[in-house]
T-cell receptor, first 116, second 117 residues
Framework: GAVVSQHPSWVICKSGTSVKIECRSL??????MFWYRQFPKQSLMLMAT?????????EQGVEKDKFLINHASLTLSTLTVTSAHPEDSSFYIC????????????FGPGTRLLVL | AQKVTQAQTEISVVEKEDVTLDCVYE???????LFWYKQPPSGELVFLIR??????QNEISGRYSWNFQKSTSSFNFTITASQVVDSAVYFCALSGLQETSGSRLTFGEGTQLTVNP
């Protein structure tokens, strides 16, 4: 199979702190990973496309200085929410593309962030 | 630009009823993929099906079936003999065929399905 993990699954932090979320492809290499955000009772919205070894591509309206993405290896991408505020509270989901199966995108279990 | 519309926000049925979830999409691409995902209360997305635009053959998998109509840009999902465990939010999604940037998914708004015992 193709397994994607996220860590942590839950995080509660105080306003103003930074939070790092990891996304790992456990049994395959992924040159491309995606980060989505989902507010309660809403759909998934793509935040950015993370490419190994290069800068992430952010969607319109997503602050690149606030949501730092690093894709340092073929199996790991990280999303850092800097100076988090309550409005950043959301469900963050990553996905990874398995190149050996074109178009197949595998999702992580998600990370719930609550900023107090 | 790509767009996916799931007009049904919520559907409630009684167990064993059949239910169809509608999905209509818009794309300028001539080739693309369509998907259905299930999102139970835990939040983790469960992949159900991927269909490429070349293949309009309908598909059946157990109690699930999908009807792809390219002429009407629809990709509807039917659950036969629904069960309580089918209760979840179902998302229809669309992507291009390219391996990397083209694989970005555009999701519909989702349909909350509640199956009552």
């Amino acid at each position: 199979g193709a397994v994607v993990s996220q860590h942590p699954s839950w995080v509660i932090c105080k306003s103003g702190t930074s939070v790092k979320i990891e996304c790992r492809s456990l049994d395959f290499q992924a040159t491309t990973m995606f980060w989505y955000r989902q507010f309660p009772k809403q759909s998934l919205m793509l935040m950015a496309t993370s490419n190994e070894g290069s800068k992430a591509t952010y969607e319109q309206g997503v602050e690149k200085d606030k949501f730092l993405i690093n894709h340092a290896s073929l199996t790991l991408s990280t999303l850092t929410v800097t100076s988090a505020h309550p409005e950043d509270s959301s469900f963050y989901i990553c996905s990874a593309i398995k190149l050996t199966r074109m178009g197949a995108q595998y999702f992580g279990p998600g990370t719930r962030l609550l900023v107090l | 630009a790509q767009k996916v519309t799931q007009a049904q926000t919520e559907i409630s049925v009684v167990e064993k009823e059949d239910v169809t979830l509608d999905c209509v999409y818009e794309t300028r691409d001539t080739t693309y993929y369509l998907f259905w995902y299930k999102q139970p209360p835990s939040g983790e997305l469960v992949f159900l099906i991927r269909r490429n635009s070349f293949d309009e053959q309908n598909e059946i998998s157990g109690r699930y079936s999908w009807n792809f109509q390219k002429s009407t840009s629809s990709f509807n999902f039917t659950i036969t003999a629904s069960q309580v465990v089918d209760s979840a939010v179902y998302f229809c999604a669309l992507s291009g065929l390219q391996e990397t940037s083209g694989s970005r998914l555009t999701f519909g708004e989702g349909t909350q399905l509640t199956v009552n015992p």
